[in-house]
Structures are given as structure tokens and as C-alpha cells.
């Protein structure tokens, strides 16, 4: 249990540092410190919120997944061209189409990794390039701009729920589901058994070809979800649209504790990495910081994070080549 | 640690189904103007692609290579401006990509963390750098002798007309040859394979694992200072954005090549059949005219098939060295 406790220290600073960032860009910008602010903060979290959900699930496998972006930029530029050309089509319909087509996605990236047996980071990278291709040459390389957007997937975004918008209750709801599901469900604890230790985790009947392939469907579905959300709240569809955003996602992973090599981090972690680059990126223009700096903060970021989780990360790097080689 | 193999004849094979139906199926492909631009692209990349694949041979990688290109770039621009004269630009290039390389090394040998996460978090904070120093604006206006060592040919050199070779392609080819009988002829060669298939029994053999590592990822940075010192030279310009996502190309050659991702194994011999395999195949796309973005789809399911070809048939491409 002392890894738990060490979790929830490096959560209690990450968040002492968030609320430090925010009080410090408040003193120098009052405007920082209002709802409006706050509001804008999280709207602008919410899509990096739900990748770094599947992100998350991938990472505990042991695995990783860098096709997000692209999966988020096909899935987008599928239904706005679907939304296009049937405008009368509900968003529903919209919502479903891209939640699959980011699932069955996904679903190739957990094949190929689970029957064929390949790593994970060379099949993603290799994916990565086709599905932001294939946005291409299902446009033909031309933009869909604000007014072909159909218009369901453009009041997404500005739409409220009891005074809440929208983006935030589908983050806080994807985000939750799936926390619950690594805490309670029988498959999520299955999914970080399997990253903590494989083999074990094969000896007592784990089905972890099932559970990879569920793993990277569910991210590649949550990366769909993020596609249509985010080419609503742009108004916008292009080839390069999050083009190399799964760094960011990976990222937020990273800063909020998730380990690299598998089997540790908690959701809590993860969205406190997502506030804390949501924060840096909205306090900079605030305190008038060329936003140039966005970039090498978060890398400084990222390593410090890292360097401080050195104890339990040597701890797992030390553990798994053994484990690997046996 | 065979350098020749299955996988090296079926690159071979490969290389030469490309050229004889590209040349016969494209006008002027053939010709030797042709034969002599198509290395140009691949030049830069093989440099980096080799310094990878050693570093996966090591059970290690470097994602920050690219951006460790800009920052080395940067500084020969930066020297510049300062007045430096050519041979100071290079040492700053050179010196920039060995710190780069040494911050990494130190952080996964000394630190001992995951190297994928390090360099993710070096790929972040040194492209950062370089867009804090250069902002939106360009360096241009870079000493006519750089300029050569990215455009000229070597005959220009020793006076010979007839040898179109590109200068870059023939330094390329050295640097890759060097990195080539390094490891398949020298015991540092094969310690560092020994390195990748098992850290814990290399130490136990008595190999300095973490020197090794560090010197990798120096030698990683460095080679990354030669990439760009001829693509400054070849383009004329340091931009922030400069060889931006080449990390993933430098990858996928190095596991075309038959580099396996676990480490351990892998042959450099086909990492270069590799490059030029990609080098020839890109120019060809573009001599017809094929975006881009088409031709970066279809290596990257190039380099899936590459991995579920061994898996499938029934004979495996994935001999043990």
C-alpha cells in the first residue's frame, strides 16, 4: 500500500503547485482568479481530459498509444464530411458514428498489438501516419470549414447542461466511467494487473489478448468522441488537426504520475497532469509570457515529474527486464 | 551479430524491384541527375537512423533527436551571428548536440529513468527552447562553404564534373559505414547488443552498461549536430520547426532495417539498405507528383507490414544475430 500512498503525496503536490501557479498568476492578473476564467480553463481541458482517459487505461498495460491524435483528426474530418453531406442527420447519429469509427480504429491498433504480437509503440507509430493520411485522402486534402460543419456538431460545444457546458459534463462523465471502471469493474482491475506484472497475470487466467484489445479500443473510441468535439468546438476540419497532440496526452499521463512501464497510476494523477497544462497554457498570455514558452515549460515539466517519481519508476525499470527476458 | 541476412537480401531485393519499376514506369528516373537528387532527402536521415538504431540496439531510444537537430542547428546560427567564422559554428553545433545528448544520458543512466519518457520530455523542452530563442523568425544568410557541404557534389570537390555524387550523401554513407563496422567488428560493437538483450547479465559480465548508455545518447546528440549542420547547409535556414517529427522517420528506418524494438538485435548494414530503400521510394512518389502526406501513409504501412510479414509467414525474418 506504500505505492498508494506515494500516489496520492505526489497528487496532494501536484495540486499544491497548480493552486500556488494559479494564486501567483492571480496576484500579477486578477482576471485569472474569476469564474469565467476558471470556466474557460476547463473548457479548454475537457477534450485533452477524455484522451488522457484512454491514454491512461493504455499506459497501465504497459503499452502506448500515438495514433490518438490522428484517430482524433479521421474520425473528425468522417463526420463532418457525413455531417455535410446529409445535414439532416441528428447528432446522435454523429455522436455514435464517431464513438465507432474511433472505436474500430483503435480496435487495429489492438489486433495488431495482441494476436500479431507487435509492440505497441512501433504499431501506433506505424498507424499514426496511416489514419492522418487516410483524413487526407478522404478529403482530398481540402478543409470543411465553419459553414459545411454540421450544425449539431457546432452547438456542441456551446451547449449547457443545468448551467454547466456541455464539454465539461461529457469529460467529467467519460472520466468517471472510466475511473470506475479501473476501480470496480472486474476487467479494469484485470487491465492493471496485466501492466503490473504479465505473466502473473496470464498465470491466473487473465484473458490478455481480450483485455488488450478492449484497452485500445476504448481509447481509440474516447480519441473519436474527442474528434467530433473538437471539430465542433473549432468549426473546423483539416488533415493536420491535432497534429502532434498525443505528445501533449502523453504528457499529462507523465506529469500526473502514470508510469511508462505499466501497472501504476491513478486517475486523479492523470487529471491533475490535464489541469496543470490546461493552467500553464491559459496563465501565460495572462502574464503576457510569449506563449513560444508553452512548449519548454512543459518539457521541464515533464522531467521534473518524472525525475521526482524516480524511486518507484527505478523500482519498475529495474523489475522488468528480468521479467521480460524470463 | 550478422551484418548480412534474410532481411538484408530482401531489402536488396526490394531496393532493386523499386528502381528497375520506378525507372521503367517514370520518365527520367533512371537518369543519373535523378539517381544522384533522390539521396538528398535521405542523406540527413540515414545520419540520424543509424545513431537510433544503435540506441535500440541498446535497449534505449531517443524521441528528442529531431528537436536536438534544431537546437544544434540554432546554435551554428547563433555562433554566426555572434561572428564566429565555420569551423566555431560546427564546434557550437556539435557542442549543443553533445549537451543535449548528455542531459538525456544522464537522466536515464544516472537518474535511471525510462529513456521513452525522458526524451519525450527532452523532445518538449529542447524544441521549446528553440522556439523561445527563434520565436517566428528565421536565420538565413549562412557562409558560402555551408552551403556547399549541402549542395554541392563531390566532384565539385576534387574537380572532377562528371561525379554528381551529393557531398551529403557521401558524408552519410561514411558516417553510416563507420557506425556499421563499429558494431559488427569491434567489442564495443557487441557489447552494446549485449547491452539490449539483457542489461542485467551484461553488467554481471562485467560491461560498463551505463557508460555505454551515456555514450550512446552523446553520440546520439552529436550525430544529430552533423544531420544538422547539412540540412542548415542544404536549406540555408534555421527555422524552429526544422526537421520537426524526423524522429519518427529516424525510427521507422531503423526498424525497417530489422532493428528489433526489444533491443539486441539488429543489423546496420540493413537499417542503410533501409534508408535508401524509403530515400528512393519518397523521391520517386514525388517525381509523380504524390503528396507528401500519401507517401508518409504509406510507409507507415510499410512499417506495419514489415513487423506482421516475419509473424505470418511461415519461415520468421526475425533471426536471432
Redesign the interface.
Known amino acids: 500500500m506504500t505505492a498508494g500512498r506515494f500516489t496520492s503525496l505526489r497528487e496532494a503536490s501536484l495540486l499544491a503547485v497548480i493552486v500556488a501557479l494559479v494564486l501567483l498568476v492571480g496576484w500579477r492578473a486578477p482576471v485569472f482568479l474569476t469564474l469565467r476564467s476558471a470556466l474557460d480553463v476547463a473548457n479548454e481541458s475537457a477534450l485533452l481530459a477524455i484522451l488522457v482517459a484512454g491514454q491512461m487505461v493504455v499506459l497501465l498495460t504497459r503499452g502506448?498509444d500515438l495514433s490518438v491524435a490522428s484517430n482524433l483528426a479521421l474520425t473528425g474530418m468522417v463526420c463532418a464530411l457525413v455531417g455535410q453531406a446529409v445535414p439532416s442527420l441528428p447528432i446522435g447519429v454523429l455522436l455514435a458514428l464517431a464513438v465507432g469509427v474511433g472505436a474500430a480504429l483503435g480496435a487495429v491498433n489492438g489486433l495488431?498489438i495482441a494476436l500479431?504480437?507487435?509492440?505497441p509503440?512501433?504499431?501506433t507509430?506505424?498507424?499514426?501516419?496511416?489514419y492522418?493520411?487516410?483524413a487526407?485522402?478522404a478529403s482530398g486534402?481540402a478543409w470543411v470549414s465553419e459553414q459545411d460543419i454540421h450544425a449539431g456538431i457546432k452547438a456542441l460545444p456551446r451547449a449547457e447542461l443545468l448551467g454547466v457546458p456541455l464539454l465539461i459534463v461529457i469529460a467529467a462523465g467519460v472520466v468517471g466511467a472510466v475511473a470506475a471502471w479501473l476501480r470496480w469493474g472486474p476487467a479494469g482491475r484485470e487491465v492493471r494487473a496485466l501492466g503490473n506484472n504479465p505473466d502473473a497475470a496470464v498465470y491466473v487466467g487473465i484473458p490478455e489478448r481480450t483485455r488488450l484489445l478492449q484497452v485500445y479500443a476504448l481509447s481509440g473510441a474516447l480519441a473519436g468522441l474527442a474528434g467530433v468535439l473538437w471539430v465542433g468546438r473549432y468549426a473546423i476540419a483539416f488533415?493536420d488537426l491535432a497534429a502532434?497532440y498525443e505528445?501533449t496526452v502523453?504528457?499529462a499521463c507523465?506529469i500526473g504520475g502514470v508510469s511508462?512501464?505499466g501497472g501504476i497510476g491513478r486517475m486523479g494523477g492523470a487529471m491533475a497532469g490535464v489541469l496543470f497544462i490546461g493552467v500553464v497554457n491559459a496563465a501565460l498570455p495572462v502574464i503576457q509570457v510569449?506563449p513560444?514558452?508553452?512548449?519548454?515549460?512543459?518539457?521541464?515539466v515533464?522531467?521534473l515529474s518524472?525525475?521526482l517519481n524516480?524511486g518507484s519508476?527505478?523500482r519498475t525499470?529495474?523489475r522488468q527486464?528480468?521479467l521480460?527476458?524470463a | 551479430m550478422k551484418a548480412l541476412g534474410r532481411w538484408e537480401g530482401m531489402l536488396a531485393g526490394l531496393i532493386l524491384l523499386l528502381y528497375a519499376g520506378f525507372g521503367i514506369g517514370v520518365d527520367g528516373f533512371l537518369s543519373p541527375y535523378a539517381l544522384a537528387d533522390g539521396t538528398v532527402n535521405v542523406s540527413e536521415r540515414l545520419v540520424i537512423a543509424m545513431a537510433m538504431a544503435m540506441l535500440i540496439c541498446a535497449?534505449e531510444i531517443d524521441l528528442s533527436i529531431a528537436a536536438t537537430m534544431a537546437l544544434a542547428s540554432l546554435a551554428m546560427g547563433l555562433a554566426m551571428q555572434a561572428g564566429a567564422p565555420l569551423p566555431l559554428m560546427l564546434l557550437a553545433g556539435v557542442a549543443t548536440g553533445a549537451a543535449c545528448g548528455l542531459l538525456n544520458g544522464w537522466?536515464v543512466t544516472r537518474?535511471?529513468?525510462?529513456s521513452?519518457?525522458?526524451t519525450?520530455?527532452?523532445?518538449?523542452?529542447?524544441?521549446?527552447?528553440a522556439?523561445?530563442l527563434l520565436?517566428d523568425q528565421a536565420i538565413t544568410g549562412y557562409p558560402e562553404a555551408l552551403s556547399t557541404l549541402g549542395n554541392g557534389t563531390l566532384g565539385d570537390l576534387v574537380g572532377v564534373p562528371w561525379l554528381i555524387v551529393p557531398i551529403e550523401f557521401g558524408i552519410a554513407v561514411l558516417f553510416a559505414g563507420g557506425v556499421a563496422v563499429w558494431m559488427h567488428r569491434t567489442v564495443h560493437g557487441r557489447r552494446i547488443y549485449a547491452v539490449g538483450?539483457?542489461?542485467?547479465a551484461a553488467r554481471f559480465s562485467g560491461i560498463a552498461v551505463d557508460r555505454y548508455r551515456l555514450g550512446l545518447f552523446v553520440f546520439a546528440g552529436v550525430a544529430a549536430a552533423l544531420a544538422a549542420a547539412l540540412l542548415t547547409g542544404r536549406i540555408g535556414s534555421t527555422r524552429p520547426n526544422l526537421a520537426a517529427?524526423w524522429e519518427?522517420d529516424a525510427?521507422?528506418i531503423a526498424?525497417l532495417g530489422g532493428v528489433a524494438?526489444?533491443g539486441g538485435r539488429g543489423s546496420m548494414v540493413g537499417v542503410m539498405l533501409a534508408a535508401l530503400l524509403l530515400g528512393g521510394f519518397t523521391f520517386a512518389l514525388g517525381m509523380l507528383n504524390v503528396?507528401g502526406?500519401?507517401v508518409?501513409?504509406?510507409?507507415?504501412?510499410l512499417?506495419?507490414g514489415a513487423?506482421?510479414l516475419p509473424?505470418?509467414l511461415p519461415a520468421p525474418g526475425s533471426r536471432v544475430g
Not at chain 2, 120 to 129: N, Q
Not at chain 2, 296 to 301: V, Y
Open positions: 502506448v495488431l500479431c504480437r507487435l509492440p509503440i512501433v504499431v507509430l506505424g498507424t499514426m501516419a496511416v492522418r493520411g487516410v487526407y485522402l486534402g488533415t502532434g505528445l502523453i504528457a507523465v511508462i512501464a510569449s513560444f514558452w508553452q512548449q519548454a515549460i512543459a518539457g521541464a515533464i522531467l518524472v525525475a524516480a519508476q527505478a525499470r529495474a527486464p528480468i521480460e527476458k | 535497449g537522466l537518474r535511471g529513468l525510462p521513452i519518457v525522458v519525450i520530455g527532452t523532445l518538449s523542452l529542447y524544441r521549446g527552447l522556439l523561445v520565436g538483450a539483457n542489461p542485467v517529427g519518427l525510427i521507422t526498424l524494438i526489444q503528396p502526406i500519401v508518409s501513409t504509406i510507409l507507415g504501412a512499417l506495419i513487423m506482421v509473424k505470418v
